[in-house]
């Protein structure tokens, strides 16, 4: 397992940062800079699953571990999805966890996720231009 650490600052509130990060039309906003046509189901309660899909009905699907609004969101990643039909991974650990944290700037984002070698050079190629879009949007966005 390869633990990664992203962080920008954006000059924006932690709650505006927030509702970019989860809300729907922007949630696929940012994530395109993983896949074009990303999207989520489900909630994003504590113990709820949420699964996260490309157009093509693949993705994964993950456990809410933690989410205090406007500071901590964490995500225990359960599987993977072909097709629409769940696969369970034995992944350990494999968690994304987002922390926010106010400033006099506005808000640090900071991720850090636990994830399996194979992941690790796509993670690095593509996270930090996903939170350069959510800074774009934090702050341009009425």
């Known amino acids: 397992m390869e633990k990664l650490s992203f962080e920008i600052e954006i000059n924006a509130s932690p709650e505006k940062v ?36 490309d157009p093509n009905n693949n993705g994964m699907y993950s456990q ?21 039909i769940e696969v369970p991974k034995d992944w350990g650990e494999a968690t994304e966890t987002y922390f926010l944290e106010e400033n006099e700037d506005g808000t640090k984002l900071k991720s850090e996720i636990q994830t399996p ?20 949007l934090s702050e341009n966005q009425l």
């Open 64 to 84: 809410v571990e933690k989410n205090i609004p406007h500071k901590e969101m964490k995500f225990l990643h359960l599987g993977e999805i072909y097709d629409g």
């Open 117 to 136: 070698v194979e992941f690790k050079g796509f993670f690095e190629d593509k996270f930090s231009k996903a939170l350069g879009i959510v800074k774009n």
């Open 18 to 53: 927030w509702d970019v990060l989860w809300g729907e039309i922007t949630y696929r906003q940012w994530t395109t800079a993983f896949t074009e046509g990303s999207f989520y189901q489900g909630t994003l309660e504590e113990g709820s699953i949420v699964k996260f899909f």
